[in-house]
């Protein structure tokens, strides 16, 4: 037998209606009949007259170079030429109206492809990865286009197309773009984010232009927008460092946040034109802070009124690398860190303002913060976000990466430095934390917040000072739904010990900074020491793991109290004066001892499926839950502080 490997040419026969589902996609196995069968798959007769097909192996054809599409197949499905990945060429039939998802995705030689204008949709990822494809025209018959089309397509120049979906942000040397008049009214958020366009000329028929549109597309020199009435939205061109050349009728009044926030190279009085078009809202003084602040406002607002509200922070799900990642020793991670959010956006959308995300994009009314924050900059935002979400709290957040402005030249308004202040004790966080009801920890895998010395004493302060302090461990639903403890940070890391003294500013590695000899100087003045540091933290820590909402687990029951009794067992030798405190198994006997006749029940043998744990006791009627007992008598035993 033969295989399709050793064909040069594919056709799609003229009786063909579509062509099938993953027909090239290596989990599909199929062997063709002897030669003189009639071999249909899917509705796909035998090539005879085209060239022979003899069969499929597991992975893509890589010696196809060719395909023709007959006139007669009107929609190429789901990853049709998927892995194809010494596919050259594709003439695509005028009765073909639809290219469904990934049709072309892995094509690796593919340079060039014209669509024809009978084709009206194209789905998700249809040239996903073709790394080689430079020049692509779709027709103004298509209306509705999929989402990261042409993700990994890093060679790709020029297209012309309508621009549906913020479809081009992966197009990394993407430099020319026609957009034909009339077609169309919007451009959408993200469209070309990060590509290497030169010049745009944005045509009449273009009433709004979304947020971040050409946002960090630092290579683009020159903007045309021709429409009079264009809405602009936040950070439209944000991040154009080499933006320089504007043009644009005066008659535009629809400016939205930072439209051109870090466009170093325009001319300042181009600037100051663009901020006095772009809101009828103005910040007014504020009143300071009452809270004993010593570190400088923004604009007389202090840092109690840096707050971000739960929508605002949501927002950050629109962003294209939002859930970006990548596989590592084959678990699939998120890898966009909330240090790259800010240098890629706040930054360049806050520049010159004296105001940090929060407060320049709540000027009309400045939110008071409800809950503080404390977490670390190098976390994925995509774990961040749900991490926010899934605690339950609404807010107002104070967040640090989005309340303070993050600014070091003086020239462009206050500074880090200057709103952190010289004492610790009067700075923005425990300012906010004076007027706070709620600490929230927010951990990831991608970084301990307890090896960071700002993290580690923000909590110490807030329970010092009777805040309310919860964690707020990253752990996806499912995970949590199937008892998959081991996702847990607050779990799974539960046996390190907190060591504050070795907590670190900044990058580790580098030189102490200004921050950090002030905080090491706050908590070696104070009683205890970083010893009473340790000691708050880790009570938080084991607090958390008596709390776990153990309702929300429905399988593997019995193996996920395993996990969490081994977690607070951990825990518990850091509280050597605390003689109250019991391992399970020795609160396990005192139970039995005090009902005779109770036994612990055995063990499900199908621990996923479990529908009852075996850390209970009965005697064949009434049952004790001990494990849950076990958490309270350790809760009660602890110190209040």
């Known amino acids: 037998m033969n295989w399709l490997r050793k064909a040069n040419r594919y056709l799609v026969t003229d009786n063909a209606i579509e062509v099938p589902d993953h027909l090239f996609e290596e989990e599909d196995v199929i062997e063709v009949p002897d030669e003189e069968d009639v071999f249909v798959y899917d509705g796909i007769t035998r090539l005879d007259e085209w060239g022979r097909i003899y069969g499929i192996d597991r992975y893509a054809p890589t010696n196809v170079t060719k395909v023709e599409v007959a006139d007669t197949v009107t929609k190429l499905s789901n990853a049709a030429f998927y892995q194809c990945d010494e596919l050259t060429e594709i003439k ?46 779709i027709p103004s018959s298509v209306t509705e286009i999929g989402s990261n089309v042409f993700e990994g397509c890093v060679a790709i120049k020029r297209i012309q197309m309508p621009p549906l979906n913020y479809t081009f942000h992966h197009c990394k040397a993407l430099e020319h773009l026609t957009i034909s008049e009339g077609f169309t009214t919007e451009l959408p958020n993200y469209a070309f984010y990060g590509t290497a366009l030169k010049t745009i000329k944005i045509q009449s028929s273009v009433i ?7 946002g960090a597309c630092e290579s683009l020199e020159a903007v045309t927008v021709q429409s009079s009435t264009v809405e602009l939205g936040d950070g439209v061109f944000g991040g154009c460092t080499n933006l320089s050349d504007v043009e644009m009728p005066h008659s535009i009044t629809s400016f939205g946040n930072g439209v051109f926030g870090g466009c170093r190279n325009l001319p300042q009085q181009q600037i100051d034109e663009f901020r006095l078009r772009q809101s009828n809202t103005t910040l007014v003084i504020g009143p300071g802070s009452d809270l004993e602040y010593k570190g400088k406002t ?19 799900k629109n962003h294209p690398f939002y859930k970006r990642g990548s596989k590592v020793e084959g678990v699939w991670k998120r890898n966009y860190l909330m240090r790259e959010y800010v240098q890629s956006t706040i930054e360049p959308l806050t520049e010159g303002t004296g105001m940090g995300f929060a407060l320049f994009m709540n000027q009309e009314k400045p939110l008071k913060a409800r809950v503080m924050i404390s977490h670390a900059w190098d976390e994925p935002i995509c774990d961040f976000v749900e991490a926010i979400e899934r605690s339950g709290e609404e807010g107002p957040f104070w967040i640090c990466a989005l309340s303070i402005y993050q600014n070091s030249d003086e020239s462009k308004g206050v500074t880090i430095a200057e709103q952190l202040g010289s004492d610790p004790k009067f700075g923005p966080f ?31 302060f807030a329970r010092s000072n009777d805040v309310n302090v919860r964690l707020a461990p990253h752990i996806a639903p499912a995970d949590l739904f199937n008892g998959k403890l081991q996702k847990d940070i607050c779990v799974n890391e539960a046996e390190n010990r907190v060591k504050s003294i070795e907590a670190r500013c900044g990058r580790p590695g580098n030189k102490m900074n200004e921050d950090e000899v002030a905080i090491r100087k706050e908590v070696n003045d104070s009683t205890g020491g970083f010893d009473r540091v340790d000691e708050v933290v880790e009570r938080i820590r084991l607090v958390h793991l008596l709390s776990y909402p153990m309702e929300k687990i429905k399988w593997s029951k019995s193996t996920a109290r395993d996990s969490l009794k ?18 399970f198994d020795d609160f396990l006997s005192n139970e039995l001892a005090e009902y005779p006749g109770f036994k ?3 063990r499900p043998e199908d621990l996923i499926f479990d529908g009852k744990h075996d850390y209970i006791i009965s005697d064949g009627g009434t049952e004790h839950d001990v494990f849950k007992e076990w958490c309270a008598s350790i809760h009660d035993a602890l110190p209040k502080s």
């Open 92 to 137: 695509i039939s005028t009765s073909v109206t639809e290219i469904d998802s990934r049709a072309f995705a892995y094509c690796a030689k593919l340079k060039k492809v014209t669509i024809p204008r009978s084709v009206t949709e194209i789905g998700d990822y249809v040239f996903y990865d073709c790394a080689a494809l430079t020049e692509i025209t």
């Open 208 to 214: 709004k232009i979304g947020d971040w549109a050409f």
């Open 298 to 316: 923004q604009n007389g607002w202090g840092p109690e009124w840096w707050g971000v509200s739960l929508e605002q922070i949501q927002k950050l």
């Open 430 to 460: 425990a300012t906010v934390l004076k007027g706070a009801d709620l600490m929230l920890a927010v951990l990831t895998h991608e970084c301990n917040i307890y090896t960071r010395l700002w993290c580690a004493y923000e909590l110490y």
């Open 566 to 583: 081994d977690a607070i067992e951990s825990i518990i030798p850091c509280f050597g004066s605390m003689t109250k405190f019991q391992t």
């Open 600 to 602: 612990r029940i055995p």
